[in-house]
C-alpha cells in the first residue's frame, strides 16, 4: 500500500506572480504659457495597452482639443484597438520654464507624463489624432502656436490659449520673436511675452 509521504502531499507550484503596474500621473500641459498650469490626473492603463516608459508609435484615447481636455484620462491603448484615438509622434524633455515644448508643427496635444519608477521624469508626449479633427493645424485652435494662429485675450487669463480663428478672438499670430521688443508695436501690432522666457508672440488684433 502507498502511503502518503510525511507531512502531507508536496506543495502545488506557485500561483502566477502578480505584477504591481506603474502608477502614471498625467497632465495637460499647454504648449506655450504665461502662467503654467498643468491639470494633473491619474492615468490607468486600458486592455492591450503599451506597458513601461511611454514611447513614440504608441497610441492613446481620448483625443480632441487640447482645452477639452483637461481633466480627461487618458490611457494608452494598442494601436489596433478601437478605442484607439491618437498617436504619440514624439517624447521629450523639457524644463517648467521652457516657452515652447518642442514638439513636431502638426501636434494636435501635448501631454505631461509623470512617470513613477522610471528614472525619466518630466517627458511630454507630441499626440496626432489619427482622424480629423486635427487642432494642431493652423487656425484650429490646438497645438503648438504657429503664424495663423488665433489667440484669446491674454489679459483675461493667467495663460495664453488659443482660439479657432473661425471664432471670436482677440489677435493673430503674426511670427515668434526672441524678445518682445523685437515685435513691431503700435496700431494693431502688439507683443506677448511669454511666462519664464525671453521670447514672445509678435500678433496682430483684430
Not at 515652447?100 to 513613477?116: G, L, M
Amino acid at each position: 500500500m502507498n502511503l502518503p509521504p510525511p507531512g502531507g502531499p508536496p506543495p502545488g507550484p506557485p500561483g502566477p506572480r502578480q505584477r504591481r503596474r506603474a502608477k502614471i500621473i498625467v497632465g495637460i500641459a499647454l504648449p506655450v504659457l504665461a502662467g503654467l498650469t498643468i491639470a494633473v490626473i491619474a492615468l490607468s492603463p486600458g486592455a492591450s495597452a503599451p506597458t513601461g516608459e511611454w514611447k513614440a508609435g504608441q497610441c492613446v484615447t481620448p483625443a480632441g482639443r487640447v482645452g477639452d481636455q483637461e481633466g480627461a484620462i487618458f490611457r494608452r491603448t494598442g494601436c489596433d484597438a478601437k478605442a484607439a484615438a491618437a498617436k504619440v509622434t514624439k517624447m521629450t524633455v523639457s524644463g517648467i520654464s521652457d516657452a515652447q515644448v518642442p514638439c513636431p508643427e502638426d501636434t494636435d496635444t501635448i501631454v505631461k507624463v509623470e512617470q513613477e519608477h522610471l528614472d525619466r521624469t518630466g517627458d511630454f508626449a507630441c499626440v496626432r489624432n489619427l482622424k480629423a479633427p486635427h487642432p494642431g493645424d493652423v487656425g484650429q485652435g490646438g497645438g503648438l502656436f504657429r503664424p495663423g494662429d488665433c489667440i484669446l485675450d491674454p489679459a483675461q487669463d493667467i495663460t495664453v490659449k488659443e482660439t479657432p480663428c473661425a471664432g471670436a478672438h482677440w489677435a493673430t499670430v503674426v511670427r515668434w520673436a526672441e524678445d518682445f521688443e523685437s515685435c513691431p508695436k503700435g496700431g494693431s501690432d502688439d507683443d506677448v511675452p511669454m511666462f519664464m522666457s525671453r521670447r514672445a508672440l509678435c500678433v496682430r488684433k483684430g
